[in-house]
């Protein structure tokens, strides 16, 4: 037993003497676009399990897509002597000095969901590959439509490359469809409530609507949502991401399909290569890895929650 008046000292003076224990883990700082939307959350929410159980300290905060906000969050990793920045950016060109300033603080960077325009910054990456599933999901909604009819398309954020890459691997598939017709493309920036009123306003200018492609599953249910409020039925929508909302929607025939990203899966990668890195010098992996998506169906949709499929934890 340590002698009674050394433990009045450290009450005492335990502001200035360090006798407060403190918690020497190594620190990753998790930071993704939004805690609010599902998917964010669930990539921030994989990760920080994940490195808890690695035995790290854990901080989470959101940038809002917000690139200065971004910049003074990675100060604050830097500040704090995080050990891994754990990332989902906010914009593939205006994120690369501030990555570029944490690596060189000696913060291992791992990228997740979406890229950056320079290569040797990050140590890793890895991304889900939006390509591909955006010709997956557009497959299957042109399917849904018989390859005929009009349609809508619900935009992502102008500045977010995923948005134009969806939007690119959507119309390598649908353009190539000459019964298919594009009548109207707007950008709902990722928001349910923006995606209810923009439907709402295409299906007053265009009644004979005969399906809605979305670029992320929150704008795919706002749709959903003004369909159902203007009393229509059998117009076709189908989203991007596998939330489970929008697989709850493909079971109820609300939605016919979506794209499901693996974020859980990936954030859990991003974290297990970041601890390799820090313990052996070397991820095992190319920096760039791209993560292939699957598509949701009513068929199988019940192989699928929390971004992940059920059987492979994927």
């Known amino acids: 037993m340590r002698p009674l008046a050394v433990v009045l000292l450290c009450g005492a003076l335990a502001s200035l003497s360090g006798c407060r224990s403190v918690d020497k883990r190594p620190l990753i700082f998790i930071l993704v676009p939004s805690q609010d939307n599902p998917f964010f959350k669930a990539e921030a929410d994989a990760a ?9 300290r854990v901080r989470v905060d959101a940038h809002n897509d917000d690139a200065y906000r971004q910049d003074n969050l990675i100060d604050a990793a830097i500040a704090s002597n995080a050990a891994i920045l754990i990332l989902d950016n906010a914009g593939a060109d205006s994120s690369v000095s501030a990555v570029r300033r944490a690596a060189k603080a000696g913060i291992l960077c791992f990228l997740i ?5 320079a290569a040797g910054i990050a140590q890793a990456q890895i991304l889900s590959d939006n390509d591909q599933g955006a010709r997956l999901v557009a497959t299957e909604f042109a399917r849904s439509l018989s390859g005929k009819g009009e ?16 939007t690119s691997g959507f119309h390598a598939v649908l353009d190539a469809m000459p019964g298919l017709k594009l009548v109207s493309a707007q950008s709902a920036n990722w928001s349910q409530a923006e995606a209810f009123s923009k439907t709402e306003t295409m299906l007053q200018a265009h009644s004979q609507i005969a399906g809605i492609i979305a670029g992320n ?10 369909v159902k409020s203007a009393g229509l039925t059998g117009i076709k929508i189908t989203g ?13 025939g609300a939605m016919q399909a979506t794209s499901l990203q693996p974020a859980s899966m990936i954030s859990r990668l991003a974290v297990d290569e970041a601890d390799r890195m820090r313990r052996s010098g070397s991820t095992g992996k190319p920096e760039i890895q791209v993560i ?9 949709a019940s192989q699928y929650q929390n971004f992940g499929r059920v059987a492979s934890g994927r």
């Open 151 to 166: 349609y809508v398309e619900l935009l992502g954020r102008e500045s977010d490359t995923n948005a134009r890459v969806r």
């Open 48 to 56: 920080s399990r994940r490195a808890t159980e690695l035995g790290y």
């Open 113 to 117: 969901d979406r890229e950056i325009h």
């Open 217 to 226: 599953d929150t704008m795919a249910l706002g749709a959903a949502a003004a």
């Open 240 to 252: 991007f991401d596998g939330s489970p909302d929008a697989v709850a929607a493909i079971v109820s």
């Open 292 to 300: 292939p998506c699957d598509l949701v169906t009513r068929e199988n």
